[in-house]
């Protein structure tokens, strides 16, 4: 069974670089049948989604956070990370990451990490 | 900018009917957006509902159905149960993104 487990900083400055990593377990990042990244959730608030690729390469970020958005895949340790440069108070949020599967056909999601950005 | 507008709050009876909807700033909502359904209770991740508008994942009640209705995506909830109560997001694709929307607060009362 796929388990997806997120970790990293629970604080981060204003101005600085948020960087996570998800784990996977129970599957291989390598698949090409399935997107791996993450979306959020603000306290409080509703869903956002932040982007997702493919092991092929293929990215699709949320064109409002694409200049300053990174995700990418490490097939060697079975993970992929998240990393948001230059945050904001705004980037406060749980931060879920996720494996898709085409057009949301599969979808399973990590725990969720809570991420708070001040100084 | 692309916004996804679901209705903020709805209240339905036990055994009610429901139709929550999911409109696009950009028109018509067709199955070319996909539109998705996720549920999610206090304190848990979201859970998938539906995909590519009307398809049901193994776990999904059947009481849960999607449409398209008038231009917007539409979740049904039929026969609805106390369990029921809980946010509801849809989320439409946009080529190279996806997008969801505010969400919707069912309250069973």
């Known amino acids: 069974q796929l388990q997806l487990q997120e970790s990293g900083p629970g604080l981060v400055k204003p101005s600085e670089t948020l960087s996570l990593t998800c784990s996977v377990s129970g599957g291989s990042i390598s698949s090409h049948t399935y997107y791996w990244g993450w979306i959020r959730q603000p306290p409080g608030k509703g869903l956002e989604y932040i982007g997702f690729?493919?092991?092929?390469?293929?990215?699709y970020y949320s064109p409002s956070l694409k200049s300053r958005l990174t995700i990418s895949v490490d097939s060697s340790k079975n993970q992929f990370t998240l990393s948001l440069i230059s945050v904001t108070a705004t980037d406060t949020a749980l931060y879920y990451c996720?494996?898709?599967?085409?057009?949301?056909?599969?979808?399973?999601w990590g725990q969720g990490t809570l991420v708070t950005v001040s100084s | 900018q692309t916004v996804v507008t679901q209705e903020p709050s709805l209240t339905v009876s036990p055994g009610g009917t429901v139709t929550l909807t999911c409109a696009s700033n950009?028109?018509?909502?067709?199955?070319?957006?996909?539109p998705a359904w996720f549920q999610q209770k206090p304190g848990q991740a979201p859970r998938a509902l539906i995909y590519?508008?009307?398809n049901k994942h193994s776990w999904t009640p059947a009481r849960f159905s999607g449409s398209l209705l008038g231009g917007k995506a539409a979740l049904t909830l039929s026969d609805v149960q106390p369990e029921d109560e809980s946010d509801y997001y849809c989320?439409?694709?946009?080529?190279?993104?996806?997008?969801f929307g505010g969400g919707t607060k069912l309250t069973v009362l």
């Open positions: 690729v493919s092991y092929s390469g293929g990215t």
């Open positions: 950009t028109g018509a909502v067709t199955s070319a957006y996909y």
């Open positions: 996720g494996r898709l599967g085409s057009y949301l056909s599969e979808v399973d």
């Open positions: 590519s508008t009307s």
């Open positions: 989320v439409l694709y946009y080529g190279a993104t996806w997008v």
